[in-house]
C-alpha cells in the first residue's frame, strides 16, 4: 500500500514531540478570501490572518493520482506521462491524461479551456498530496466546486485520519469569484488540532488548481535540506552526506547507522557506536561504502558557539539494490497454444503484489509441439545488460502435479545480436506446487554475462503429455550504464554552459563523453570530447550555440572487467532560443528597496537636456496592460520640445555583459508607440554606440508591436563587454514609447534552408470529417505522413498521433504548446498543415536531417490559411502550404512572439523531395 513509505519517514521522530494520545478533531470549512493576479494566488485570507504567498507562509506539497482496479482491488499510481488508465469509477468522464498530479503543486490558477492546468481525478478513485514538513491547516482551490466526495488526513505513520465530506455545489465549497476557463474557483480549508502530513481527497471529478498549506516549521538552529533528501530510495551506495547547517552552528555530531533506535537515541554521554562525527567543522561526511538495500538513518546535531547541543531530526535513505529487473523484455516462442502466449512468462498476469502466482492457465505460456520439433522461449531486452539472475515460476495449473506441463531440463543461451548464442549451461527448473500464491522456486545464476537476448531451449518436461510451458521469468541486472541525465533528456532552455551531469554505471572507472549538434556523430562515436573521472561535465569551454538541438552519451568504462565498455544511450537537449537582456519583470513598486524600474534605467527627471521620463509617475509604476510579453513593459515618456534635443534612458549592468557568447549575432527588441505621438526617431545605444531604427518610420505612432533586429556586426563597440544599454527617441516631438523584451539571438547561416508559407490553393476531402483525397492538386497516394510530437496535448481525446494520418474526423488538440515537432522519414521541400479552425498564428523553425534548426524562423498568420468550405468537427477547416528553397527533414511549430500556440492539426503531410 502506497503509504507505508510514511512510516519509515524520520518525519516520525519531529511528530513524535508534537502528537499527543487524544481524539483528533478536523474539519473542513469554506474559503474565498483570496488574491490571484494574472492567474497567479497572491494571498489566502483565513479566520483573520493573510498568508502571503511571496512570504512562503503558505508551502507546495507533492501530488499523486491513484486508481483501484476491479481486478486486483490494490491502488496503483497513475505515473505522470503513462496512458490513462481505464475509469475505476462510474457516472463521470474518464481520466484526462492532458491533467497531472503535479498541477496542484504550483499557485497558479491558469486553466485555457476544459483541459490541462488542473491535477483532475475524473474517472479515478483519489489523489494524495505530502508536505515536506507537518501542518494543522491545508488550503484547496478547485474548478467547479460541484463534485462529492471525502477529504482524510494522512499522519505521520500513512493511516488516514477522519473521513470529511464533501458536498456537490455545498458545504464547505466557498465560490471565490475567479473565473478558471469558464468555472469559477471553490476554496475549502482542512484544519486539525494535530500536525498532520498531508491529504487524501477522494472525489471523482475534482479538479483541484492549488493545494497548500501551512507549514509548522522547524527551530532554524536545527540542521536541515539534507543530501539524499529524507526518505529517498535507491541512493547511490558511496556518496558523500550534507546538510545546510542550523543558524549559530560552530561544528556539528553526526551521528549514523542501521538502526533507527539507536541513531534517534544516541548522544555523546550515550554514543551507542553511531556517532561517526563529533564536533566536526565540515558540513558533510563520508560514510565509505554502503550495503546494497540497506535502510540507513542519520543525524546532525548543531554545537552551538556557546557549546550548547541542538538534537537535528532523524533522516534516512535507502542504498541501491545489487540488482534490478529488466522491464522491456519482448517474448518469442516456437509455438504456443491459443490464449496461452509467451507474453504472459513476462506481462506479470497472474502475480500479485507479493509476486506469488495464480493457477489460472490464461495467464500463463503453454506449447503443444510435435513430436520431435524443438522447444523454445526467447526473451529480447531493450539494450545489451550485464545479466545478474533469471527467476522462474515453472507452469502451475491446478493439476500440474498430474500433468507435468512445467519444463524441467532446459539449456540457457545468450546473444548480443541474436545471431552468434554461446550456451551458459544446462539446468534443472524447480516443479511448480499447483497451488495459488505459488512463489518463484528456481533461480539461474546468469554469472554477469552480457546480452541482448536469452533462449530457453527446453529439452524435457516433469509430465509425458508432451506439452511444455511457464507461468512467469524475471531478469535482474547490474546496472553498468550511465543513467539518470541532468539535464533531463529531451530538456529545452539549458544554459549553453551548464554542467552535464548523470548516475555513473556500477562498474565505471573513468566516463567517455561524447556530444555534438548532429546525432549520427554521437551514434557512430566519432564525437568523443573528453574522458572523465568524475560523473559531471562542464560545457562552458565548448563554446555551445543558442537554439540548437545537442546530443550526448556516456560511455562507461573499466578496462579491468572482462567488458571494458558499456555504451549509453543518446540525450539530447535544446539550449534557449535567445538569451534575454532585459524584459523588464523583475522591477517592482518597492521604492525603499531600489526595485523600481526607474531606480535602474536612468532617465530625463533631473536632466533638463533630456526630456525623458521612465515609468509612471505613481504605482505601479511599469506598465501592467500594455505589453509584448510576461506581466510588464517599460512606458518611456519623451519631450522633445523647448530646446530638448533627445529623451532616453538608459541601463548600466553590474556586471559587463558578453554579446558574443554562444554564437549571439542579433539584438531583437519591442516597441509600439501612440497615435496621439508626434514624430520623433527611435534609437538604441550599445556600449554608447548608437544606432538609429532604419525601420518604417510611421512605428511611432502605431498601435503595435513593432520587432527591431539588429546586426550586431555593424556596432563598433566591444561586444564581449556590454556595460550600457540605452533607448531613446531624437528629433522633435513627444509622446509615450512602450518597450519590451531586449533578447540576444544568433545569426542565421547563410546555407541555411529558407522557407515562405501561405495559404494552399486547394484542399479536396470525402466531405466534412472526411478522408483528404488531395492537397493542391497533389494526391495523397503523393504525399508522406510525418511523426507529430508536442510539450503538451490539450485533451487526451485528440494527441499528437491525430496529425498523422489524412482522416479529418481526427485532430490534435495542441493548444498552449511551447514546442510542437514534425520529422518525416525523408527530406522533403513542401509541407502541408490542415488543422481545424483555420485561424491560428505562430513560427515555423526547419530542420535538418539530426533534428538541429537549418535557418531563421517564417511566421504564419491568421490571413494564411485557405479555407475550402470544409468542417472539422464542426469548425472551418484551413489549410497551408510550407516551401522550402532546399530539402529539409522536419519543422518546429512555435508560438507566435508574446502569445500562445493554438494549433489544432488534423494532418501534417509533405511532398518529398527530387
Known amino acids: 500500500m502506497k503509504t507505508q513509505f510514511l512510516a519509515t519517514s524520520p518525519v516520525v521522530v519531529l511528530l513524535s514531540m508534537l502528537l499527543c494520545t487524544t481524539a483528533r ?20 485570507r483565513y479566520d483573520g490572518t493573510e498568508y502571503v504567498v511571496a512570504n512562503e507562509d503558505l508551502m507546495l506539497g507533492t501530488t499523486t493520482r491513484w486508481y483501484i482496479p476491479a481486478a486486483t482491488g490494490v491502488p496503483a499510481l497513475w505515473v505522470e506521462g503513462a496512458a490513462a ?97 469558464g468555472q469559477n474557483a471553490f476554496g475549502y480549508v482542512f484544519t486539525s488540532e494535530e500536525p498532520v502530513m498531508g491529504l487524501r481527497i477522494t472525489a471523482s471529478g475534482h ?25 529517498a530510495t535507491d541512493a547511490p551506495r558511496k556518496m558523500v552526506l550534507s546538510w545546510m547547517p542550523g543558524e549559530g552552528a560552530s561544528s556539528h555530531d553526526v551521528y549514523f547507522g542501521a538502526s533507527f533506535e539507536d541513531v534517534e537515541s544516541a548522544s555523546r554521554a550515550d554514543p551507542r557506536g553511531v556517532l561517526i562525527g563529533q564536533g566536526q567543522a565540515a558540513r558533510e561526511y563520508d560514510p565509505g561504502v554502503l550495503e546494497f538495500g540497506q535502510t540507513y538513518y542519520w543525524r546532525v546535531d548543531e554545537v ?30 516456437s509455438g504456443f497454444d491459443p490464449g496461452a502466449g509467451p507474453e504472459n512468462t513476462i506481462n506479470g498476469s497472474g502475480l500479485n503484489e507479493e509476486n506469488r502466482h495464480s493457477v489460472d492457465a490464461a495467464d500463463m505460456w503453454l506449447t503443444s509441439p510435435a513430436a520431435g520439433e524443438p522447444v523454445w522461449i526467447q ?17 502451475n495449473v491446478q493439476f500440474e502435479a498430474v500433468l507435468g506441463f512445467g519444463a524441467r531440463d532446459v539449456i540457457l543461451e545468450y546473444s548480443t545480436d541474436g545471431t552468434d548464442w554461446t550456451a551458459l549451461g544446462d539446468y534443472e527448473l524447480a516443479r511448480a506446487t499447483a497451488m495459488a500464491g505459488y512463489s518463484a522456486n528456481t533461480t539461474i545464476d546468469l554469472q554477469g554475462v552480457a546480452a541482448r537476448f536469452v533462449r530457453l531451449n527446453v529439452n524435457s518436461g516433469w509430465g509425458v503429455l508432451g506439452q511444455f510451458g511457464l507461468s512467469e521469468v524475471r531478469f535482474f541486472s547490474i546496472p553498468v550504464h550511465a543513467k539518470e541525465p541532468q539535464p533531463a533528456d529531451g530538456a529545452t532552455g539549458v544554459a549553453p554552459d551548464a554542467v552535464l551531469s548523470w548516475r555513473a554505471g556500477r562498474e565505471a572507472v573513468s566516463h567517455e563523453v561524447y556530444l555534438s549538434d548532429k546525432r549520427s556523430a554521437v551514434t557512430d562515436g566519432t564525437s568523443l570530447i ?45 539550449t534557449p532560443a535567445f538569451f534575454v537582456v532585459e524584459d ?75 554579446w558574443t557568447r554562444a554564437g549571439a549575432a542579433i539584438l531583437t527588441l519591442y516597441f509600439r508607440g501612440s497615435a496621439d505621438n508626434t514624430g520623433g526617431q527611435v534609437y538604441v545605444k550599445i556600449g554608447g554606440v548608437k544606432v538609429a531604427y532604419d525601420g518604417n518610420a510611421d512605428a511611432i505612432t502605431s498601435a503595435f508591436w513593432t520587432q527591431w533586429s539588429i546586426d550586431l556586426a555593424s556596432v563598433a563597440t566591444n561586444l564581449r563587454s556590454v556595460r550600457t544599454l540605452a533607448i531613446g527617441v531624437e528629433g522633435s516631438g513627444s509622446g509615450v514609447l512602450y518597450v519590451d523584451d531586449f533578447r540576444l539571438l544568433p545569426g542565421v547561416s547563410t546555407a541555411a534552408a529558407a522557407i515562405t508559407i501561405g495559404p494552399a490553393n486547394s484542399l479536396e476531402a470525402a466531405g466534412n470529417d472526411g478522408m483528404l483525397l488531395s492537397i493542391n492538386g497533389i494526391d495523397v497516394s503523393g504525399l508522406i505522413l510525418g511523426t507529430t510530437s508536442a510539450d503538451f496535448e490539450k485533451h487526451a481525446a485528440h494527441p499528437a498521433v491525430d496529425a498523422d494520418n489524412f482522416n479529418l474526423g481526427t485532430y490534435a488538440s495542441l493548444d498552449d504548446s511551447s514546442l510542437v515537432t514534425v520529422v518525416f522519414a525523408v527530406p522533403v521541400t513542401t509541407i502541408f498543415i490542415v488543422e481545424r479552425g483555420g485561424n491560428d498564428q505562430g513560427l515555423i523553425q526547419p530542420w535538418d536531417a539530426d533534428g538541429n534548426p537549418m535557418g531563421g524562423t517564417a511566421a504564419f498568420a491568421q490571413g494564411d490559411w485557405y479555407k475550402p468550405g ?18 529539409i527533414f522536419g519543422i518546429t511549430i512555435l508560438p507566435p512572439v508574446g502569445g500562445v500556440t493554438g494549433i489544432d492539426p488534423a494532418c501534417i503531410c509533405a511532398v518529398a523531395a527530387p
Open 25 to 44: 478533531a478536523d474539519t473542513l470549512a469554506g474559503v474565498s478570501d483570496i488574491t490571484v493576479v494574472d492567474g497567479a494566488l497572491v494571498s489566502i
Open 85 to 181: 488508465p481505464a475509469a475505476t469509477v462510474t457516472g463521470t468522464s474518464d481520466p484526462k491524461v492532458s491533467d497531472v498530479g503535479s498541477k496542484a503543486d504550483t499557485w497558479t490558477f491558469g486553466v485555457s479551456g476544459a483541459a490541462g492546468g488542473i491535477s483532475s481525478i475524473d474517472g479515478i478513485d483519489f489523489q494524495e498530496t505530502i508536505f515536506p514538513l507537518p501542518t494543522k491547516m491545508i488550503f484547496v482551490f478547485e474548478r467547479g466546486g460541484n463534485d462529492n466526495g471525502t477529504v482524510e488526513a494522512i499522519l505521520a505513520d500513512g493511516s488516514l485520519g477522519t473521513a470529511l465530506t464533501l458536498t456537490a455545489n455545498g458545504v464547505p465549497y466557498a465560490n471565490t469569484g475567479v473565473n478558471v476557463g
Open 207 to 231: 479538479d483541484t488548481l492549488s493545494i497548500s498549506a501551512v507549514p509548522i516549521r522547524l527551530d532554524p538552529r536545527q540542521s536541515r535540506d539534507p543530501q539524499p533528501k529524507d526518505g
Open 304 to 333: 552551538l558557539t556557546d557549546g550548547s547541543i541542538f538534537k537535528g531530526q532523524v533522516w534516512s535513505f535507502i542504498v541501491e539494490s545489487l540488482a534490478y529487473p529488466i522491464v522491456n523484455i519482448t517474448a518469442t516462442a
Open 379 to 395: 526473451y529480447e531486452f531493450d539494450r545489451v545488460h550485464k545479466l545478474h539472475e533469471l527467476w522462474v515460476w515453472n507452469y
Open 530 to 574: 573528453d574522458t572523465v573521472d568524475q560523473s559531471r561535465y562542464a560545457l562552458s569551454d565548448l563554446d555551445l550555440k543558442l537554439g540548437t538541438t545537442y546530443y550526448w552519451k556516456i560511455n562507461e568504462v573499466n578496462e579491468a572487467e572482462s567488458i571494458g565498455a558499456w555504451e549509453g544511450d543518446i540525450w539530447s537537449f535544446f
Open 584 to 658: 523588464f519583470e523583475g522591477y517592482t513598486d518597492n521604492v525603499d528597496a531600489g526595485g523600481t524600474i526607474w531606480q535602474s534605467w536612468t532617465d530625463g527627471f533631473e536632466d533638463d537636456a533630456n526630456g525623458s521620463q521612465v515609468g509612471y509617475l505613481d504605482a505601479p509604476f511599469a506598465e501592467k496592460a500594455i505589453i509584448n510579453g510576461g506581466r510588464q513593459s517599460m512606458p518611456l515618456f519623451y519631450n522633445n520640445m523647448g530646446g530638448v534635443a533627445y529623451s532616453e534612458a538608459q541601463i548600466t549592468f553590474e556586471t559587463p555583459q558578453d
Open 870 to 887: 470544409l468542417t472539422i468537427e464542426g469548425q472551418a477547416a484551413g489549410a497551408i502550404v510550407i516551401t522550402a528553397d532546399e530539402p
